[in-house]
C-alpha cells in the first residue's frame, strides 16, 4: 500500500466515526486507481527528463533517459560484425572452389587419369570447407544474438511510462545519479478513480459488488456521480465496526480531481 493510501486509510477510519450529512451517507476518499512509483531496473546518471509534474504521458511514452554513450558504442560495433558478410562470403567461396577440386579428380580417377590419394586430398579438403563455413555462420549468428543483447542494454537506459496518466511527482533531475531503489517520477492514473470507503457493518448485506452508489465529491462545483462497488472486505474492523468497500468511478474528463474526500449514498434495500 502507498504512502497516500495509509493516509487515506487513517483519514477514513477517522471520519467513520464522525457524524455525516445524511445518515445514509458514508464518508469516502477519491484516489487514483493507479500510482506508479517509476525507476528503472540499472543505475545510471540522468541524462534527460521529458516530462515535468502535471504532464500527460502515454503508456509507452520515453519519459526519461540515462547516460548510454558505452552502450551505444557497443551497438555499433557489434552492428557492424553481425552485417558483415566478408567472412561468411570468403568462405563459402572456398568451400566452392574445393568442391569443384573434388569433382575433378573424381572424374579423372573414373577416366583412369587420376589416382584414389587425390581423390581423398581433395575430400579432406572439402570436409574442412564446409566445416569452415559453418564456423563462419555461427560466428555470424553469435554476432546477431550479441549485438541483440547490447540493444536491450541499451534500451534499459530509456525509462518509458508503464501507464497513462499524469505526472504528479518529480524526485530527481536532470544530471543527479539514479539508483534502482529510487524513484524518478510518479505516474497518476486518474481514470477511472477509486472510492475508498469504509461503512457501517450493519448493511453488510446490503452492499455487493456490481451493485452502484452515488459519490459526491467535496468539490463544490463537482455533481454527484454514480460509482460501481467493486471490492467489499471480508473481513470487519473491529474497533469501528466497519468494512472497507472500493468503487470504480469514471472520470473519463479528468473532471475530479483525486485525493479529495467525499460521501457515498448507497442505495436503499428493496
Not at 162 to 177: A, C, K, N, Q
Not at 223 to 236: C, I, S
Request: glycine share 4%; net charge negative.
Amino acid at each position: 500500500m502507498t504512502h497516500r493510501r495509509l493516509l487515506s486509510t487513517a483519514l477514513l477510519l477517522c471520519l467513520a466515526a464522525s457524524p455525516l450529512a445524511a445518515e445514509d451517507r458514508y464518508a469516502c476518499v477519491i484516489d487514483p486507481s493507479r500510482e506508479v512509483d517509476l525507476g528503472s531496473s540499472v543505475a545510471g546518471l540522468i541524462e534527460r527528463i521529458a516530462v515535468d509534474r502535471g504532464a500527460w504521458v502515454e503508456k509507452g511514452d520515453l519519459v526519461a533517459t540515462l547516460s548510454a554513450d558505452s552502450e551505444r558504442a557497443t551497438v555499433a560495433l557489434l552492428r557492424a560484425r553481425a552485417e558483415s558478410e566478408a567472412e561468411v562470403a570468403a568462405q563459402a567461396a572456398r568451400e566452392r572452389l574445393a568442391r569443384q577440386g573434388y569433382d575433378r579428380a573424381r572424374r579423372l580417377l573414373d577416366q583412369g587419369i587420376g589416382t584414389l590419394e587425390a581423390l581423398e586430398e581433395r575430400e579432406v579438403a572439402l570436409e574442412v570447407a564446409r566445416r569452415d563455413r559453418a564456423e563462419a555462420d555461427l560466428r555470424r549468428t553469435l554476432a546477431q544474438l550479441e549485438l541483440r543483447r547490447a540493444r536491450i542494454a541499451l534500451a534499459q537506459r530509456e525509462i518509458r511510462a508503464p501507464i497513462s496518466g499524469f505526472v504528479t511527482m518529480r524526485h530527481l533531475d536532470e544530471g543527479e545519479y539514479l539508483h534502482p531503489e529510487l524513484a524518478l517520477l510518479t505516474i497518476s492514473q486518474l481514470d477511472p478513480l477509486y472510492v475508498e470507503a469504509f461503512v457501517d457493518a450493519r448493511v453488510y448485506a446490503e452492499v455487493a459488488e456490481g451493485s452502484v452508489a452515488m459519490v459526491h465529491p467535496s468539490s463544490i462545483e463537482a455533481a454527484p456521480r454514480e460509482a460501481v462497488v467493486t471490492v467489499v472486505d471480508r473481513v470487519l474492523d473491529a474497533t469501528s465496526d466497519t468494512f472497507g468497500v472500493r468503487l470504480e468511478l469514471p472520470n473519463p474528463d479528468y473532471a475530479i480531481p483525486a485525493g479529495q474526500r467525499c460521501e457515498v449514498a448507497f442505495p436503499a434495500p428493496g
